[in-house]
T-cell receptor, first 114, second 114 residues
Framework: DTGVSQNPRHKITKRGQNVTFRCDPI?????LYWYRQTLGQGPEFLTY????????KSRLLSDRFSAERPKGSFSTLEIQRTEQGDSAMYLC????????????FGPGTRLTVL | AQTVTQSQPEMSVQEAETVTLSCTYD???????LFWYKQPPSRQMILVIR??????QNATENRFSVNFQKAAKSFSLKISDSQLGDTAMYFC???????????FGTGTRLKVLA
């Protein structure tokens, strides 16, 4: 499968715990994005990388959230001290610089904070 | 700040019929892109159609076409000959030129009835 993959697909955690999600983009894509989607809403932008550089972060990304893309390939999104309000679907997408701005989405990681 | 509004939370259409999903947006930008994404149940989002704001001609992709009214800031999606596989959430999205993040609407849940 050459699409965007995300792991885990589902994560249930207790409030206060730390969680980490992984995204593997399409191999030749140099841009990678994270979005958050809550029930009944469209995805909201969190952050994006070009290669290993994190170029933009939304104010939605509080200091409990951190994202990395250490070698310009896969990315991780960590949430520290989870809160119930963090429960959402976390979507990763990738695109090719110079492409037609189309982003290819992964299946998402559904986080439930108890 | 840009906003995207989808005023139809749910719609249904009979198989083989035509349906139009509405989307309006607010921006002061002149150069931007508009997209419709489809999110089937429990599956990842895929691009349906895109439109560059500088193009007057409406985009078409097989059974999918848009009615882009730049002055009215309207971007509706028409699905002709609806098929059961068109059942999904449909999101309208805006991207300002020179940025790489989508701004999504809240989505329209479309159900195609046999």
């Amino acid at each position: 499968d050459t699409g965007v993959s995300q792991n885990p697909r589902h994560k249930i955690t207790k409030r206060g715990q730390n969680v980490t999600f992984r995204c593997d983009p399409i191999s030749e894509h140099n841009r990678l994005y994270w979005y958050r989607q809550t029930l009944g809403q469209g995805p909201e932008f969190l952050t994006y990388f070009q290669n290993e550089a994190q170029l933009e972060k939304s104010r939605l990304l509080s200091d409990r959230f951190s994202a990395e893309r250490p070698k310009g390939s896969f990315s991780t999104l960590e949430i520290q001290r989870t809160e119930q309000g963090d429960s959402a679907m976390y979507l990763c997408a990738s695109s090719l610089a110079g492409g037609q701005n189309e982003q290819f989405f992964g299946p998402g990681t559904r986080l439930t904070v108890l | 700040a840009q906003t995207v509004t989808q005023s139809q939370p749910e719609m249904s259409v009979q198989e083989a019929e035509t349906v139009t999903l509405s989307c309006t947006y607010d921006t002061s930008e002149n150069n931007y892109y508009l997209f419709w994404y489809k999110q089937p149940p429990s599956r990842q989002m895929i691009l349906v159609i895109r439109q560059e704001a500088y193009k007057q001609q409406n985009a078409t992709e097989n059974r999918f076409s848009v009615n882009f009214q730049k002055a009215a800031k309207s971007f509706s999606l028409k699905i002709s000959d609806s098929q059961l596989g068109d059942t999904a959430m449909y999101f309208c999205a805006f991207m300002k030129e020179g940025t790489y993040k989508y701004i999504f609407g809240t989505g329209t849940r479309l159900k195609v009835l046999a």
